[in-house]
């Protein structure tokens, strides 16, 4: 496949939906009788042996209409940022990209009992995000001055595995919905 940019995807007859190759734009590509060679602004090479040609079409798919994902990670850590209580009665926000020297933590809130809440979120949660989380907690609690701190791997659902390993650890992992998360209140007051 050819895009209108330039970029030339390589996919699979059946079951793959990802390409088995694929050179980005800018490429150049010569076309000649029993192979395609496409050459990228780096130099590198793919060559395409044609054995057979059995269609040869073209589709213009018209203007790109761009792509906006409602329900990314961002969002979800968006809107628990404010309403953090729709995880447990209590928690107030303490501050959204927490800065440790690993990376910043989604959500650090503090419980109804002033104790420090570590909060992963993410769209499906895995066993690399309850790894991240404990990563993350593993350096506030070399910080003496943060106290008794515990983590939550927050996601819109958690793979059973992720659920089982967050456990043996001593964490917390809650699904959220997110349609129901947009349509939570909000206890915060505004003006507008």
């Given at each position: 496949?050819?895009?209108?940019?330039g970029?030339v995807a390589?996919?699979?007859?059946?079951?793959?939906y990802?390409p088995?190759?694929?050179?980005?734009a800018?490429?150049?590509?010569?076309?000649?009788?029993?192979?395609?060679?496409?050459?990228?602004?780096?130099?590198?090479?793919?060559?395409?042996?044609?054995?057979?040609?059995i269609?040869?079409t073209?589709?213009?798919?018209?203007?790109d209409?761009g792509?906006?994902?409602?329900?990314?990670?961002a969002?979800l850590?968006?809107m628990l940022a404010?309403?953090?209580?729709?995880?447990?009665?209590?928690?107030t926000?303490?501050r959204?990209?927490?800065?440790t020297?690993?990376?910043p933590i989604?959500l650090?809130?503090?419980?109804?009992?002033?104790a420090?809440v570590?909060?992963?979120?993410?769209?499906?949660?895995?066993?690399?995000?309850?790894?991240?989380?404990?990563r993350?907690?593993?350096?506030?609690?070399?910080?003496?001055r943060?106290?008794?701190?515990?983590?939550?791997?927050?996601?819109?659902?958690?793979?059973?595995?992720a659920r089982?390993?967050?456990?043996?650890?001593?964490?917390e992992a809650?699904?959220?919905?997110y349609?129901g998360?947009r349509?939570?209140?909000s206890?915060?007051?505004?003006?507008?």
């Open positions: 496949m050819v895009k209108a940019d970029c390589i996919h699979a007859d059946g079951g793959a990802k088995l190759n694929w050179m980005n800018p490429n150049q590509l010569v076309e000649l009788e029993d192979r395609w060679e496409v050459t990228n602004a780096k130099g590198e090479r793919l060559i395409v042996t044609l054995h057979q040609v269609s040869d073209n589709h213009a798919l018209g203007v209409p792509l906006t994902k409602d329900g990314v990670e969002h850590q968006e404010e309403k953090p209580w729709v995880l447990e009665e209590g928690l926000l303490v959204r990209e927490f800065p020297d690993l990376g989604d650090v809130c503090l419980d109804r009992f002033g420090m570590a909060i992963e979120v993410k769209r499906r949660g895995e066993i690399a995000g309850v790894e991240q989380l404990g993350y907690l593993e350096r506030l609690r070399l910080d003496g943060m106290g008794s701190v515990r983590g939550v791997l927050v996601a819109q659902s958690i793979a059973s595995q089982l390993l967050a456990r043996a650890r001593g964490l809650i699904e959220v919905d349609d998360l349509e939570a209140g206890r915060e007051m505004r003006l507008f």
